[in-house]
T-cell receptor, first 117, second 117 residues
Framework: GENVEQHPSTLSVQEGDSAVIKCTYSDSASNYFPWYKQELGKRPQLIIDIRSNVGEKKDQRIAVTLNKTAKHFSLHITETQPEDSAVYFCAASIVGNYGGSQGNLIFGKGTKLSVKP | NAGVMQNPRHLVRRRGQEARLRCSPMKGHSHVYWYRQLPEEGLKFMVYLQKENIIDESGMPKERFSAEFPKEGPSILRIQQVVRGDSAAYFC???????????????FGPGTRLTVL
């Protein structure tokens, strides 16, 4: 089955710096890669996702890149702010657009990001 | 609040008792997923359900655990004869129906924190 590895497990940056979190996956059939942010004691919140037909996606200070050949994808946060401090999880799944979808997400173990003011 | 609802938020059980966790998906969503999160770890997929149908239960232990999503009412994750190792946060997520183009996206509830004494 699918296996997702995530690095680093902890990341500390200075406010205003960039943060990069990397994930690799094992199943070449995986085609959907979301990223979730989880604050302490709260629910995971979807912050950005990418499908395998796209190499890069950006939403304000957040971007995700995907390399299908190497089977890895990365989250990039620019101009980090203290409120970006949280645990970030990457995930992978195999989905279809119309029917036949498996849907369950396989998560990485998470990266605890600390942004120091 | 049109988000995913879970109750109870906190549940304390003694060893050997039963735990019942409830999840109401977002309005218009027809798919429910249950995940378990141990402290300091990522989320592990347990089961994926549609109304009156279990799609994938490959992540759920064969014994003591069961899940349902009836035609009316919330999805229920049931743990019989709980043991200390069942202590965890249990999150459910919901996604739109197949064919909507956004079926891949899963939105999480606030979780139920189960403590087994």
């Amino acid at each position: 089955g699918e296996n997702v590895e995530q690095h680093p497990s902890t990341l500390s940056v200075q406010e205003g710096d960039s943060a990069v979190i990397k994930c690799t996956y094992s199943d070449s059939a995986s085609n959907y890669f979301p990223w979730y942010k989880q604050e302490l004691g709260k629910r995971p919140q979807l912050i950005i996702d990418i499908r395998s037909n796209v190499g890069e996606k950006k939403d304000q200070r957040i971007a995700v890149t995907l390399n299908k050949t190497a089977k890895h994808f990365s989250l990039h946060i620019t101009e980090t702010q203290p409120e970006d401090s949280a645990v970030y999880f990457c995930a992978a799944s195999i989905v279809g657009n119309y029917g036949g979808s498996q849907g369950n997400l396989i998560f990485g173990k998470g990266t605890k990001l600390s942004v120091k003011p | 609040n049109a988000g995913v609802m879970q109750n109870p938020r906190h549940l304390v059980r003694r060893r050997g008792q039963e735990a019942r966790l409830r999840c109401s998906p977002m309005k218009g969503h027809s798919h429910v997923y249950w995940y378990r999160q141990l402290p300091e770890e990522g989320l592990k997929f347990m089961v994926y359900l549609q109304k009156e149908n279990i799609i994938d239960e490959s992540g759920m232990p064969k014994e003591r655990f069961s899940a349902e999503f009836p035609k009316e009412g919330p999805s229920i994750l049931r743990i019989q004869q709980v043991v200390r190792g069942d202590s965890a946060a249990y999150f459910c997520a919901s996604s739109p129906p197949l064919g909507t183009g956004t079926h891949n996206e899963q939105f999480f509830g606030p979780g139920t924190r189960l403590t087994v004494l």
